[in-house]
């Protein structure tokens, strides 16, 4: 598909059709939304939208423009141009061959991944990261007979003055 | 003391100084009925919701307030939703209410439920289904302050009848007092606007393009003193008609795909296009990447949506239509006439090319369609108020009636709906009872929502329908013969009922006329007589609307048809 992707955050009050709004603002353009998440804020009135989609940059001003426009929306933020922390989880059930259970334990420690459930055979993977990171987990969690997965799509958090993987104090957090 | 939802609904309609709804009861609303009759507010019960929707847009448009419908649950929502859609693509000011199934059942397909608020979501410019009687006051005061601030449309408020039907105490009845919306801050505007003078002083071509929302906006003085001042040629869309007088040399006409020769022409030749208040769409600019090829494009608009959407602005102003004009008068003033373009030579060319194509049509044996609408333009003089339904008439009426008003021509540009103008000319009617007020229709549009007749008898308006009665869905038999081939794939719709034996049926004065010498005398008797009348004009059958610019192709490719 052309275009770059845009993770926009777009701030809304928190009423029952509002994502409807949102999504209809997509489709009703033969718009697509490739990830969508939502959920409350510090003020429970309030509900962040992210959304990633790929488009060039002149239909994202144009839908900026449209969603902008919607009763309920407060504000439409484009966060793809820095300033902004991006983050995706990844839920994967793997089924280790045996005596590959241990080898997975290494990996999932090394990654600084979780295992949150054990089955009679399988493992659940907690994996958080940006998305490139998340693409790669997929490359290593492979082997181990991948079966399912899920994932949360983008959320993103955009501000004045932060510097994505950077500690406060210093040093590079990772990312 | 406990109030009903019914009771706080006619107090909320109150506050907003509502005087008439157009409606139709049912089951859902009931209680609203019931209480109706103990306000003093108007009532016109209308035959089809249709006809509701299209007339409270017909009130809304010749006056600038907001119109009110009031239509049941189910069929009566959706048979609204025509209307509604009229009006959000047209920009008009309107609160529908819709009522709905009660809260516990909502959800469960119930006797006359649809989930309107979703149907109607990409229609209105927002919606509401009210869930609690402490917040029904305070929505329909939101509803009506949305549907009037910025671009004005269409609100939809979903009451369902237990909320109707439940109560509130008095003291805690909250309607709170709402701050209109502004758009660009002064400072900013003012140096868009001096930009703007500059670019148009620099000009030795400039052309000002009048959009709906110069009406929408109440500029229409506004516009004539800047139009005056410097002496600008305008063309207009379809929804800008009346923004300017029609009699004034600067007029140019429509532009677009019916256009007038010169208006399309100076659109290609300008080298500056001023858009105020028009949102660019397809039937106007034609082919995008011809459309004012030569100009540099100053666009303002209320809404941001439009600006830079179809054509990209070398000075996009996100302004309401009134206080941009407003500012660029003072300026003007300011700036005596240092900036101001020689428009001389430019008015030349343009003169060139309306004395080499004027409108026209040549007289035969038969009623000449356009002779109706210039014959009625002449008798009607510039006060009356015109609707118009879709699609043939509709054209003609734009290129060969002569308005000089603002807010006296009635038309469903955007969404292009058949069926509007009778309901429509209805509103205007109650809202403007002194005035005369003339619904143009063709013979297929005027069936769609012929029912009104009985609405127009009923409350006893003196509406005149003019029927251009060609046997055909004329502009689509005109299409068929120019890009079809002349395959008439079903665009004949003879026999049509006897519209006089039918009008007479309603109540109403029938009148025909099938010779050209019979046309000015049908129109005044039509005219004068007091009540609602129907004049049936069997017209040449075969008459097309030109000029036409095909869909696709540069506004200077115009076909101006057979030369007879």
Redesign the interface.
């Known amino acids: 598909m052309r275009g770059c992707e845009t993770a926009l955050s777009i701030m809304v009050y928190n009423k029952p059709?509002v994502l409807?709004?949102i999504a209809?603002t997509f489709s009703?353009r033969g718009y697509n939304i490739e990830s969508i998440s939502a959920n409350t804020t510090m003020n429970p009135e309030l509900t962040r939208i992210s959304i990633t989609t790929r488009h060039d940059k002149e239909v994202i001003?144009?839908l900026e423009?449209?969603l902008?426009?919607?009763?309920?929306v407060i504000s439409v933020e484009d966060l793809s141009n820095g300033g902004a922390v991006r983050r995706e989880m990844l839920l994967a059930r793997v089924f280790p061959p045996p005596g590959e259970e241990e080898r997975l334990k290494d990996l999932v420690l090394e990654k600084g991944w979780k295992i949150i459930a054990c089955g009679d055979d399988s493992f659940t993977v907690e994996v958080t990261g940006n998305q490139e990171e998340i693409t790669q987990a997929f490359l290593h969690l492979g082997p181990f007979d991948l079966r399912d997965y899920v994932r949360t799509g983008v959320i993103s958090l955009g501000g004045k003055g932060i510097i994505p993987g950077k500690l406060q104090n210093g040093g590079p957090a990772g990312a | 003391m406990k109030l009903s939802g019914s009771q706080i609904f006619f107090k909320a309609l109150k506050l907003e100084q509502v005087e008439t709804i157009f409606g139709y009861p049912g089951g859902a609303v009931m209680d609203l009925y019931d209480e109706l009759s103990r306000h003093d507010i108007d009532h016109i019960l209308v035959r089809h919701e249709q006809g509701a929707a299209h007339a409270a847009d017909g009130y809304a448009r010749a006056t600038g307030r907001v119109g009110v419908c009031l239509v049941t649950s189910g069929p009566g929502a959706t048979n609204a939703v025509t209307g509604i859609a009229t009006a959000y693509l047209d920009s008009v000011p309107m609160v529908v209410f819709t009522g709905q199934v009660s809260t516990r059942t909502i959800g469960n397909d119930s006797f006359q439920e649809v989930d309107i608020t979703g149907i109607t979501r990409s229609c209105t410019k927002h919606n509401f289904l009210v869930r609690d009687i402490a917040k029904l006051a305070c929505t329909i005061r939101e509803a009506f302050q949305i549907s009037r601030s910025g671009r004005p449309g269409p609100v939809l408020v979903d009451l369902p009848k237990d909320v109707i039907q439940s109560f509130l105490e008095e003291e805690d009845l909250d309607v709170p007092v709402l701050n209109p919306g502004e758009t660009a801050p002064p400072e900013e505007r003012e140096e868009a606007g001096r930009k703007a003078l500059e670019m148009i002083g620099q000009a030795c071509r400039p052309l000002i393009l009048c959009g709906g929302g110069i009406l929408r906006g109440k500029a229409a003085e506004e516009f004539r003193i800047f139009v005056k001042t410097l002496n600008i040629p305008v063309a207009s869309t379809l929804m800008g008609i009346g923004a300017f007088p029609g009699s004034d040399p600067l007029w140019l006409g429509m532009a677009g795909m019916h256009g007038t020769y010169y208006a399309n022409h100076a659109i290609s030749r300008c080298d500056l296009l001023l858009a105020i208040g028009a949102r660019l769409d397809d039937r106007v600019t034609s082919k995008v990447e011809a459309f004012a090829p030569r100009a540099r494009v100053i666009h303002v608009d209320i809404d941001p949506v439009s600006l830079d959407k179809v054509i990209k602005a070398d000075l996009a102003i996100e302004s309401d239509s009134k206080a941009f004009l407003k500012l660029l008068n003072r300026l003007l003033a300011e700036k005596g006439l240092q900036l101001r373009p020689d428009t001389a030579s430019w008015r030349r060319e343009i003169e060139q090319w309306r004395r080499e194509v004027p409108l026209s049509y040549c007289l035969n044996e038969n009623i000449k369609p356009q002779y109706v609408v210039q014959k009625l333009g002449e008798l009607a003089g510039g006060e009356a108020i015109v609707t118009t339904d879709v699609g043939q008439h509709q054209m003609w009426t734009a290129q060969f009636f002569r308005f000089e008003r603002p807010d006296t021509f009635l038309t469903s540009g955007g969404l292009g709906t058949m069926g509007y103008g009778l309901p429509a000319a209805i509103g205007a009617q109650i809202a403007c009872p002194g005035k005369l007020v003339i619904n143009i229709a063709g013979d297929g549009s005027i069936q769609m929502n012929i029912q009104e007749l009985a609405t127009a008898v009923n409350y006893r308006l003196p509406v005149k329908i003019v029927i251009l009665n060609n046997g055909y869905l004329g502009m689509v038999r005109q299409w068929q013969e120019l890009y079809y081939g002349r395959r008439y794939s079903q665009s004949g719709i003879h026999p049509s009922p006897d519209f006089v034996k039918l009008a007479e049926a309603y109540g109403a004065l029938g009148l025909r006329a099938d010779k050209p010498g019979q046309v000015e005398a049908t129109l005044l008797e039509g005219l004068k007589h007091p009540g609602p009348a129907v004049m049936d004009f069997l017209v040449e059958p075969l008459e097309g609307v030109y000029p036409i610019v095909k869909p696709g192709e540069p506004l200077t490719n115009m076909y101006l048809g057979k030369q007879e």
Do not use: F, T
Request: glycine share 8%.
């Open positions: 059709d409807a709004r209809g009703a001003r144009k423009k449209q902008a426009r919607l009763v309920d």
